[in-house]
């Protein structure tokens, strides 16, 4: 039997690290769901789910599996912040699996729900289907939770409107566009599009993300705006990789 030295073995592990890493992030990474906790206040009163970035590509498997993760933690309603697809013709399986979410869902657009030219009108009606609403520059009063839920669209600031309820939640896809609210302030600002990077280096972060993230990658940050949290998303772009960067369900606390 040949033995290895120290030295050979040690050599040996390094040179296997990468096809374990590339093995992890094509394979495995993708759609190994990770519930976070996100907790606002000492004595919280509300609980909601907060995910984003679906990028539906007809991974009926998948989908399914976040759903129920999400129907199973039982939420009071659940905010998306953008990208359900990037291709219109998916469209239409993407929003089944929004219907089969069974609480109410409020959501935000992201660019590729622009690019893609899907029918926003089938949005309208897919969110109002579970009991939400499809924010696009407007908001909703959740009135017995004395929340209102305001969903930034292509008008950007301007659109807001003032305060009409108590604590105020704000559904943005760009992370960056907390610093541009011309001043306003909000108890919390949900955001998505970075997807974390989808790649993050150990005590080095995110190696590349796309325009409109900033410093805001992936997490909880203290914004202009108030509290923002980024969510690391549920679908990837541009390559079927994650890193170190799992896909993303939070529960927010608030």
């Known amino acids: 039997m040949r033995t290895f030295s120290r030295r050979q073995f040690l050599g040996l592990s390094l040179l296997a690290l990468p096809t374990a890493a590339g093995i992890d992030g094509r394979f495995t990474e993708p759609t190994w769901l990770r519930i976070t906790q996100l907790d606002l206040y000492p004595q919280p009163t509300n609980r909601f789910v907060h995910f984003s970035d679906l990028h539906y590509k007809g991974d009926a498997e998948y989908a399914t599996k976040v759903v129920r993760t999400i129907n199973a933690l039982e939420p009071e309603f659940v905010c998306f912040t953008g990208d359900l697809v990037e291709d219109a013709s ?22 590729w729900d622009y690019v893609s030219r899907a029918d926003l009108r089938e949005y309208e009606k897919a969110f109002r289907a579970t009991g939400g609403a499809w924010l696009e520059d407007r908001s909703c009063v959740l009135e017995k939770k004395n929340i209102e839920l305001i969903g930034m669209g292509l008008r950007g600031a301007q659109a807001l409107g ?5 604590r105020r939640i704000l559904l943005v896809h760009y992370p960056t566009q907390a610093d541009r609210l011309d001043g306003r302030r909000y108890d919390l600002i949900l955001a998505g599009h970075s997807h974390g990077g989808q790649v993050r280096v150990p005590f080095f972060g995110a190696l ?10 992936f997490g909880r940050f203290e914004s202009p705006g108030g509290p923002l949290y980024v969510n690391a998303g549920i679908g990837t772009y541009m390559l079927p990789l994650r890193f170190n960067c799992r896909p993303e369900i939070t529960v927010v606390r608030i």
């Not at 590349?208 to 990658?217: H, K, N, R």
């Open 208 to 217: 590349v993300v796309p325009y409109g993230v900033g410093q805001y990658d």
């Open 90 to 111: 998916f469209a239409p399986a993407a929003l089944d699996f929004i219907r089969q979410i069974e609480r109410p869902v409020y959501a935000c657009p992201g660019n």
């Open 162 to 166: 003032e305060p009409q309820a108590v």
